[in-house]
């Protein structure tokens, strides 16, 4: 399907105020039942982008696996944060986005005057400066880059981490729902990189005594099932 290739717009506009280094932050991994969450940092300039950027979800495994190193080239810094399953337990999902955003922010070499979030809810908040763009991986170079960034290295990870689980299928889904996830978690339970707060153990009676609990903090992935 056609799409309309992001733009410096946003970017141009906090520009025009002062901010001289723009970053684009983008999560993945937050509604999977394993593995961390991950939030790519990319600060892009203003500079075209390589062809066929977009968000992630737009792109083919194959397309996003080729545009990775071009991109990791092309900016002009990116870095990646991320949160561990358990620290999305302990910490629900809305702190333990802005825990990775700011590990993410912190590693990059260069320090942000305004930052691009895609959403429309300000995760990340003080001291950064902070605009919410909805769509903003599709929408902002500097977004789309980081989608594509922490997508392929969230991917990465997982399979990396594949073998020592091989009954989920995290090499194929990341860690996500899938019907072999399911069946490993009715069959053997979750692991160690399993998020135990998270509903889909309430569907899992023989392992459902696992699960923690905690004040949800509002965010919907909390509410994810079979």
Request: with cysteine.
């Amino acid at each position: 399907m056609p799409f309309e290739p992001p733009t410096h717009s946003v970017e141009r506009s906090l520009r025009r105020t002062g901010a001289r280094v723009v970053v684009g932050l983008d999560e993945v991994g937050r509604g999977a039942w394993a593995g961390p969450v991950t939030v790519g940092a990319a600060v892009t300039g203003m500079r075209k982008p390589p062809e066929g950027l977009t968000d992630s979800k737009l792109l083919t495994p194959r397309r996003r696996e080729q545009l990775a190193p071009v991109l990791a080239t092309w900016v002009t810094a990116s870095a990646i944060g991320q949160a561990s399953a358990l620290e999305c337990d302990e910490l629900g999902m809305t702190a333990a986005l802005r825990l990775a955003a700011v590990r993410a922010l912190e590693a990059l070499p260069i320090e942000p005057d305004a930052v691009i979030l895609d959403g429309k809810h300000n995760y990340l908040g003080g001291p950064w400066r902070v605009r919410t763009v909805i769509k903003g991986d599709q929408s902002c170079v500097c977004v789309a880059a980081a989608s594509v960034l922490a997508k392929v290295h969230r991917d990465a990870l997982m399979a990396e981490l594949a073998p020592q689980y091989p009954a989920y299928g995290f090499e194929d889904n990341a860690g996500y729902p899938s019907p072999v996830h399911r069946a490993a978690l009715e069959e053997f339970g979750p692991t160690d990189l399993h998020r135990l707060s998270w509903a889909y153990l309430d569907a899992l009676p023989k392992w459902s005594h696992l699960k923690r609990t905690r004040e949800a903090d509002g965010d919907e992935q909390l509410t994810l099932s079979f």
